[in-house]
Every structure is written in structure tokens, then in C-alpha cells.
């Protein structure tokens, strides 16, 4: 009997799904793969049943005859080891970005002659809004806090991007690319001292209060599922901080990350050149402890963040420091440079996971650019924060526009850089 093979990369069975298991049994015996977490997130979105659910979801179809696993997008090694005669799908996939996947399937099979059937894509209304609601509900509090501890758990490296208001953030939320048949999109989005500031055209010294930032917060939240990461700058003092952590752990932020610094903080991108003091490690210690006791949940995380290596006070400043601050409770580490070369944060990482496999380290390669993610998660980093990059896109992008309006007394000659307004009118989902 000729077998038919297709993969599920779905929370939910509806319709469009048991369509296509209708058409493949007319070719023969139905064995279907379900994607692995790590492939479903960066293909699509994080799941809400787990792989082990969606296994038993897959298994009870009428007509499956046999479920197996498939852990990457691409279809080379499932179709290697089951040789089936038919790969089957919704005919969606001959538009890209899926194209590539099914030209990749067309590759695989024509090997052995095996073949594709494309199945009319039966996605409507309905569907659509099933697969909306199973979407949202990632974006409930409860769920959403506890994602980027799953996400630690699943992906070799956290991707997270700047988000400072509802656009940015759907931007992280929704972009995804296909690159050479690999997918990718970003997991988690962190909320930035430095853009939030500047979208305000306020400079980077916590003068934007932390009403406004739970405001910014609120916004991206709106219109994404995302796990946040809060940039909650020095933490203020302490008997503040432990209202924060409350109030982020309530609206269900994943993470805040505070610095040891006390003061009038200023961006650690200026260094040395302005004045900023570090805390102590007792004090800051004491803050981090304050904020894990006020803690409700085991989902939230405090991540201490250190300016040793900022504020050229050496490696061994820095180490001493993170070995003090997981003591004192802190569920991660982040370790910031302003050196272009990545030599110093690759030493940190390593030399702290000489001692400490377990606590994550977050990094911000804004000025260390030229470091890949996969070099960084060798080194033992394990988020990887994409701090400023929109904001600085979007800057120049901007003021050239307007400069060009101001100069031709006219918006004729800015108009091919910019995004139709037929696209930007839809852009926004409605409900
Ligand atoms: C931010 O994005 O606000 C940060 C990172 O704190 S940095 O600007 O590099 O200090
Ligand atoms: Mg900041």
C-alpha cells in the first residue's frame, strides 16, 4: 500500500485539517508529523498544547494510521527515513514564503520519484477566527509571564528585539523570514530605557516615570503575545522596586532586568564619558532579594544586571559581582560592554560558566555587532537582546523624509520609499 505523509504544525484540528486527511487516504495509508516546539516557534508561534498533547491530538484523527516527529521545518530527514510515495498540503504553499518548503519537498521526493499533492487551502472565516482566539489566548497574563522561562528551556538562544510602542511591536511580533528554507522570527520583545525615552524625545536618565513606562508596556501588550522584557534601569530605590516588581508581574511581564548603578543614571552606551557611579554589591544585593520576596509567582524573573566592563572596573569586578547577585537571588545575568570587539563578553560568559552552568546570561550586542547569535549561545549566553536597532532605523528613515518634503515643497519625489497607503490602512488587524 502506498503511504501519504503530511506535517501538522497546529494547536488545534479544524477543518482545513481534516480535509487533508480526507484527500490523503484516498492515496493510501496516512502518516502525519507533527512539528517539535523549537520548529513550531520559529515557524509560527509558540504553542499552547504541549508536543506531547499535540501527538495525542494528531493520533486521535480518524484516518491517521501512523504520528511521527519532525523537527525541522524543512522535510529532508522525515522523508529520508519514511520514503513516502506522496507528501500532501494545502496548495497555500505555493506562495512564499512556504514555497520554499515545498520546493524543498519537490527536492526531497524527486530522489526516488515520489510526489506532491496540493490540496485546495480550505482556510475561511471560521478557521481563521479559531486560530485567532487559540492565538490571543498566548497573550493572557498567566501565559504570556511564564513564556520566556519555556522559551529558556527550548531554544539553544532567545531572540528578543526592541518594541517602545504598538507598531514596534507588532513588528516583533509578526515579522518572519524564510532563509535558505530555515524560519525564523524573534521570541520574546524587550521594553528599552534608551527608545522608550527617545520616542518621547526625553534623554535616557529614568526621567520618563514608571507610569508612563507601564503605559508603553500596556501598549505593546494590546496588540502582541510575546514575552516581555522589562529594561527597568537602576530599579530606583529599593522600597520603590518592590512595587514594580508587583505591578510587572501583574500585567505579565516576563522579566525586569535592573543595573548596578545608583543615582542619575545615563545610557551605559556614553561610558565613561559622563559621570556614573556603581552600586555596591551589598546594596544592590539587597535590592535584588527585596524584589525576589515580594515575588508571587515562580514565573517571573529578576535579572541583575552588571556595568563592571561599562565602567572599566575589569573582568574580575564583573565576576565577583555575578557570582554575588545569583547568591543574592537573581534569576539571571546580564553583562554589558560598549567595546566592539566581543572578546570581553565571550570571556565573561565563559569564565562565569566555569562555575555556573545553570543562571542564563543575557547579552546586548549593540556594539559588539560583528558576533553572531550561535557564537554567542557557545560562549553560554543564552538572550540575546536586540536593544536600539528599530529606533535607529527609523530615525533617519524619517527626518530624510522630511528633509526632502521641506526641499521640493512637495511629497511627489519622497513617495517611492514609502509604504502605500492601501498597505498602511490595513495593516492593523480588526477584530
Ligand atoms: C536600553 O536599551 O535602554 C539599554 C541597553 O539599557 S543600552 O542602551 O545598551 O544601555
Ligand atoms: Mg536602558
Not at 554589558?336 to 570581553?344: G, L, V
Request: charged share 30%; glycine share 6%.
Amino acid at each position: 500500500m502506498s503511504t501519504v505523509y503530511t506535517c501538522f504544525c497546529t494547536d488545534i484540528i479544524h477543518a482545513g485539517h481534516l480535509n487533508i486527511i480526507n484527500e490523503a487516504k484516498k492515496y493510501g495509508e496516512v502518516i502525519v508529523g507533527v512539528l517539535t516546539d523549537d520548529a513550531m516557534i520559529r515557524y509560527n508561534r509558540f504553542p499552547t498544547k504541549t508536543f506531547e498533547e499535540r501527538l495525542e491530538m494528531v493520533k486521535a484523527i480518524d484516518g491517521v494510521s501512523k504520528v511521527v516527529i519532525q523537527d525541522t521545518v524543512l522535510y529532508n530527514k522525515v522523508i529520508e527515513e519514511l520514503k513516502p510515495d506522496y507528501v500532501i498540503h494545502g496548495d497555500n504553499w505555493k506562495e512564499a514564503p512556504l514555497s520554499a518548503i515545498r520546493d524543498n519537498v519537490e527536492k526531497c521526493l524527486s530522489q526516488y520519484g515520489g510526489k506532491i499533492i496540493d490540496v485546495p487551502y480550505s482556510y475561511n472565516e471560521e478557521i481563521a477566527h479559531e486560530d485567532a482566539k487559540v492565538r490571543e489566548k498566548l497573550a493572557v497574563p498567566e501565559l504570556r509571564r511564564k513564556r520566556l522561562r519555556q522559551l529558556l528551556k527550548i531554544r539553544p538562544v532567545v531572540k528578543a528585539i526592541e518594541a517602545h510602542s504598538g507598531l514596534t511591536g507588532l513588528i516583533a511580533e509578526k515579522t518572519v523570514v524564510e532563509h535558505d528554507g530555515e524560519f525564523d522570527q524573534f521570541d520574546a520583545m524587550w521594553i528599552s530605557s534608551l527608545c522608550d525615552s527617545t520616542a518621547k524625545g526625553k534623554p535616557d536618565i529614568e526621567l520618563v516615570d514608571m507610569t508612563s513606562r507601564f503605559r508603553t508596556i500596556d501598549d505593546v501588550m494590546e496588540v502582541t503575545t510575546k514575552p516581555i522584557i522589562f529594561d527597568g534601569d537602576t530599579g530606583g530605590l529599593t522600597e520603590h522596586f518592590v512595587y514594580t516588581v508587583r505591578s510587572l508581574e501583574r500585567m505579565g511581564v516576563s522579566a525586569v532586568i535592573i543595573e548596578d548603578k545608583t543615582g542619575l543614571k545615563k545610557n551605559s552606551l556614553f561610558g565613561t564619558q559622563v559621570e556614573q557611579t556603581q552600586d555596591s554589591i551589598e546594596h544592590f544585593s539587597e535590592k535584588i532579594r527585596a524584589g525576589k520576596k515580594v515575588q508571587l509567582t515562580d514565573d517571573f524573573m529578576i535579572i541583575a544586571r552588571i556595568e563592571s566592563l561599562i565602567l572599566e572596573r575589569g573582568m574580575e569586578d564583573a565576576l565577583t559581582r555575578a557570582f554575588a547577585f545569583t547568591e543574592a537571588g537573581a534569576d539571571g545575568i546580564m553583562i554589558h560592554s560598549r567595546k566592539k570587539d566581543p572578546a570581553e563578553i565571550v570571556e565573561f560568559c565563559q569564565k562565569f560558566r566555569e562555575k555556573d552552568k545553570e543562571t542564563p546570561i543575557v547579552v546586548v550586542p549593540s556594539s559588539f555587532n560583528t558576533i553572531t547569535e550561535e557564537e554567542l549561545g557557545k560562549a553560554g549566553a543564552n538572550i540575546v537582546i536586540y536593544a536600539n536597532q528599530l529606533t535607529r532605523a527609523a530615525f533617519p528613515a524619517m527626518e530624510q523624509t522630511a528633509k526632502d518634503i521641506l526641499k521640493y515643497h512637495r511629497a511627489k519625489e519622497v513617495d517611492d520609499r514609502l509604504m502605500p497607503i492601501k498597505q498602511i490602512i490595513t495593516l492593523i488587524d480588526e477584530l
